[in-house]
């Protein structure tokens, strides 16, 4: 099958290596599997003096959103990489958080044409991952190319509606079918735009398969190893892990914190330890390769991170595969996913008191009861790697095709 990709994040050399590469992981096992696969990534650029004060205030942005803006217009380039055929080109949008206008949507139409043209490449389907450019673009390549549409949403903010404020119904009725990242994407999307006859799935992410146990071992004691993976910002509550471990009941119990990440909240961390007398429990590690990671999940029994609009976090995934009791938002990328009290707990965004209760009963739990929910816990990371998920997609994508 042909398959055509457009993007706004696809990971290069010439990027910041903190931008998401879950588009790269799909198509990389699409081409695997024999899949012929381009790859479109509409790179957002700004005029020169938004750059000007990106540059400026790089580190003070990251430190708030969790990631890196690009400070330079990146080149436009073509490459290849594991079998993908990867095309980059930018669209110019005048500011951040504001819509592309006509002109620059008809200029990229133009350019994606000339892209099929040259390779020769005609798509039986053409997949959009975030809402624009890509929801306007997929329109146009379906009434020009006759080909089936599929849009990924990764957003749970009425995008659509601010970009195409009269032309969304008819941009999302036209299409085939749609991609939610998680369960609150769908719920917020189709309440927010009374989707209806379009079929639809969840694509999830997966975690490489060598980050998965060939069978499942863990144990627990009665002193707990608490993990915080992530970047060290507002929106993420490191703090709350903190302070909820810092209730009455467990002054005197003999628990350990990791934090792995840097942001600026690494400073008002170190402050609130001391405060509380437990610096000598709480490990602050900053930010370490993915494999030191792992190693440090394979030491942990409960992984926390109660973090407010994550889509969806692969970091919770390599967490379960080690067997980790697992703590993450409800009502968030995860909710779904983990099902309170069965493979993990699920906990209200940031809220210390709804904390304290999960943690008391995790540590209420028997040994049988405690092994079960790691166990589970391992059962959903081993049904959720990159090949399984890529598989499960490119199926709902081969059904668009054939019908």
Same mark, same amino acid.
């Given at each position: 099958?042909?398959?055509?990709?457009?993007?706004?994040?696809?990971?290069?050399?010439?990027?910041?290596?903190?931008?998401?590469?879950?588009v790269?992981?799909?198509?990389?096992?699409?081409a695997?599997?024999?899949?012929?696969?381009?790859?479109?990534?509409?790179?957002?650029?700004?005029?020169?003096?938004?750059?000007l004060?990106?540059?400026?205030?790089?580190?003070?942005?990251?430190?708030?959103?969790?990631?890196?803006?690009?400070?330079?217009?990146?080149?436009?380039?073509?490459?290849?990489?594991?079998?993908?055929?990867?095309?980059?080109?930018?669209?110019?949008?005048?500011?951040?958080?504001?819509?592309?206008?006509?002109?620059?949507y008809?200029?990229?139409?133009?350019?994606?044409?000339?892209?099929?043209?040259?390779?020769d490449?005609?798509?039986?389907?053409?997949?959009?991952? =975030?809402?624009?450019?890509?929801?306007a673009?997929? $329109?146009?390549? &379906?009434?020009?190319? *006759?080909?089936? !549409?599929? #849009?990924? +949403?990764?957003e749970?903010?009425?995008?659509?509606?601010?970009?195409?404020?009269?032309?969304?119904?008819?941009?999302?009725s036209?299409?085939?079918?749609?991609?939610?990242?998680?369960?609150?994407?769908?719920e917020?999307?189709?309440?927010?735009?009374?989707?209806?006859?379009?079929?639809?799935?969840?694509?999830?992410?997966?975690?490489?398969?060598?980050?998965?146990?060939?069978?499942?071992?863990?144990?627990?004691?009665?002193?707990?190893?608490?993990?915080?993976?992530?970047?060290?910002?507002?929106?993420?509550?490191?703090?709350?892990?903190?302070?909820?471990?810092?209730?009455?009941?467990?002054?005197?119990?003999? =628990?350990?914190?990791?934090?792995?990440?840097?942001? $600026?909240?690494? &400073?008002?961390?170190? *402050?609130?330890? !001391?405060? #509380?007398? +437990?610096?000598?429990?709480?490990?602050?590690?900053?930010?370490?390769?993915?494999?030191?990671?792992?190693?440090?999940?394979?030491?942990?029994?409960?992984?926390?991170?109660?973090?407010?609009?994550?889509?969806?976090?692969?970091?919770?995934?390599?967490?379960?595969?080690?067997?980790?009791?697992?703590?993450?938002?409800r009502?968030?990328?995860?909710?779904?996913?983990?099902?309170?009290?069965?493979?993990?707990?699920?906990?209200?965004?940031?809220?210390?008191e709804?904390?304290?209760?999960?943690?008391?009963?995790i540590?209420?739990?028997?040994?049988?009861?405690?092994k079960?929910?790691?166990?589970?816990?391992?059962?959903?990371?081993?049904?959720?790697?990159?090949?399984?998920v890529a598989?499960?997609?490119?199926?709902?994508?081969?059904?668009?095709?054939?019908?």
């Open positions: 099958m042909k398959i055509l990709v457009l993007t706004s994040h696809f990971p290069a050399s010439d990027l910041p290596k903190d931008l998401t590469p879950v790269y992981y799909f198509t990389k096992e699409w695997r599997k024999g899949h012929s696969v381009m790859v479109v990534h509409n790179q957002t650029v700004f005029p020169s003096g938004i750059y004060f990106l540059k400026s205030f790089n580190k003070l942005l990251a430190s708030i959103v969790g990631y890196n803006f690009p400070t330079f217009k990146p080149k436009e380039v073509n490459y290849q990489v594991d079998g993908v055929k990867v095309f980059r080109r930018n669209i110019m949008k005048l500011m951040p958080k504001k819509k592309f206008i006509d002109k620059y008809k200029l990229q139409q133009k350019e994606i044409d000339q892209i099929l043209e040259k390779n490449f005609m798509p039986d389907i053409v997949v959009g991952h =975030w809402l624009t450019p890509q929801a673009l997929l $329109h146009y390549l &379906k009434e020009k190319y *006759k080909v089936p !549409t599929c #849009l990924v +949403v990764h749970n903010t009425p995008v659509l509606k601010r970009d195409y404020p009269e032309k969304w119904p008819e941009y999302v036209n299409l085939d079918l749609v991609g939610y990242r998680s369960r609150p994407i769908k917020a999307f189709v309440a927010d735009h009374n989707i209806s006859g379009v079929k639809d799935f969840f694509c999830y992410s997966g975690v490489p398969r060598e980050f998965i146990p060939s069978k499942w071992e863990k144990s627990f004691t009665k002193n707990k190893t608490y993990t915080f993976v992530g970047t060290l910002i507002k929106r993420k509550h490191p703090e709350a892990i903190l302070d909820a471990l810092s209730a009455p009941e467990n002054i005197n119990s003999e =628990w350990k914190l990791n934090y792995l990440g840097e942001g $600026h909240l690494k &400073k008002s961390l170190q *402050k609130f330890s !001391t405060k #509380l007398g +437990v610096n000598d429990k709480v490990f602050l590690r900053g930010r370490v390769p993915r494999e030191e990671v792992n190693k440090v999940l394979m030491n942990t029994d409960v992984f926390v991170m109660i973090s407010e609009t994550e889509a969806f976090g692969l970091v919770y995934l390599e967490a379960m595969a080690n067997g980790c009791i697992t703590i993450a938002s009502n968030e990328g995860m909710d779904g996913v983990i099902k309170d009290g069965v493979n993990g707990f699920l906990c209200n965004a940031g809220d210390v709804d904390l304290q209760g999960i943690i008391r009963k540590n209420s739990l028997s040994e049988q009861e405690i079960e929910i790691s166990y589970q816990a391992f059962l959903t990371a081993s049904n959720l790697t990159d090949e399984k598989l499960n997609y490119v199926q709902h994508l081969e059904k668009c095709v054939s019908k």
